[in-house]
Nanobody
Framework: QVQLVESGGGLVQAGESLRLSCAAS????????MAWYRRAPGKQRELVAI???????NYAVSVKGRFTGSRDNAKSTVYQQMNSLKLEGTAVYYC???????????????WGQGTQVTVSS
């Protein structure tokens, strides 16, 4: 089946940057909207960014101006450039995508396993 795999997480100091990637694999025919979510310790999952097929983006207020989402449709990959990371940015970041594949006749929503981002002082 379709699989989404996030990568690029790690340990950084506040003020530094990271670039996350999410690659979709499987017998994919097309991918519509993609999104990034995160779950911080002790908190509920929150929507971070939405990246449409055409590359349009929307961001959570907490990250706007510092995070930039983009995608490469030829590679079935979405990115999240995270600049000026703050301590509260520590979380597991998840990729989400609506995918049409050979396995289904309609678009179906998939989630990645997450990648850990830890921001230290």
């Amino acid at each position: 089946q379709v699989q989404l795999v996030e990568s690029g997480g790690g340990l950084v100091q506040a003020g530094e940057s990271l670039r996350l990637s999410c690659a979709a694999s499987g017998r994919i025919r097309s991918i519509n909207n993609m999104a990034w979510y995160r779950r911080a310790p002790g908190k509920q999952r929150e929507l971070v960014a939405i990246i449409t097929y055409g590359g349009s983006t929307n961001y959570a207020v907490s990250v706007k101006g510092r995070f930039t989402g983009s995608r490469d449709n030829a590679k079935s990959t979405v990115y999240q450039q995270m600049n000026s990371l703050k301590l509260e940015g520590t979380a597991v970041y998840y990729c989400d995508a609506d995918v049409r594949s050979d396995y289904r006749d309609e678009y179906y929503n998939y989630w990645g396993q997450g990648t850990q981002v830890t921001v230290s002082s």
